[in-house]
């Protein structure tokens, strides 16, 4: 699992909730010039802006907000990932997860065709070397493979 910095976390708040830096600073009761120092990485949150953050904002998770761990808001229910028994077949897998509250999804085991996959031909696609994501209110993020 790749880390996400705190300001990472803090950034993605200010963008669900449709705010400006600036905004976001005034509903915390802070200078926007802290929050661009945050989000800039030139300074760390302290434990007032935390506090602040969570007061303001209370459906965020805490351990999300400064560890990144867990889920992401406090109405998302946090389930410990069980390691499925390969030697299980199928059926008796999707019984289990059904009987745990869970709907088959995209990635839960399936059995494959017995026939083989054929990949069809395709032109040669050079590697990928940036995304940008550009946001509404034409801030950008740019993505680059490690």
Same mark, same amino acid.
């Given at each position: ?36 120092h945050?989000? %800039?990485?030139?300074?760390? *949150?302290s &434990?007032d802006? +935390?506090? #602040? !953050?969570?007061e ?6 805490l ?35 059904? %009987?745990?509250?869970?709907? *088959?999804? &995209?990635f839960? +085991?399936? #059995? !494959? ?18 995304i940008?994501?550009v ?7 740019v993505?680059?493979?490690?």
């Amino acid at each position: 699992m790749e880390y996400i910095d705190m300001k990472d976390r803090i950034a993605h708040i200010i963008r669900a909730k449709n705010l400006t830096a600036a905004e976001f600073a005034l509903r915390l009761g802070i200078q926007p010039s802290n929050i661009s120092h945050l989000l %800039s990485g030139r300074n760390n *949150p302290s &434990l007032d802006f +935390v506090k #602040k !953050l969570k007061e303001t904002f209370p459906e965020y998770n805490l351990d999300w907000i400064v560890f990144g761990k867990g889920p992401m808001t406090v109405s998302e229910p946090f389930l410990e990932p069980k390691p499925l028994d390969v030697s299980q077949p199928v059926d008796a897998q999707k019984a289990m997860m059904e %009987s745990d509250g869970l709907e *088959p999804n &995209l990635f839960s +085991v399936e #059995k !494959l065709p017995d026939k083989p996959v054929v990949n069809e031909a395709r032109p040669s696609v050079p590697p990928l070397k940036q995304i940008v994501l550009v946001y509404e209110d034409n801030s950008f993020e740019v993505l680059s493979p490690r």
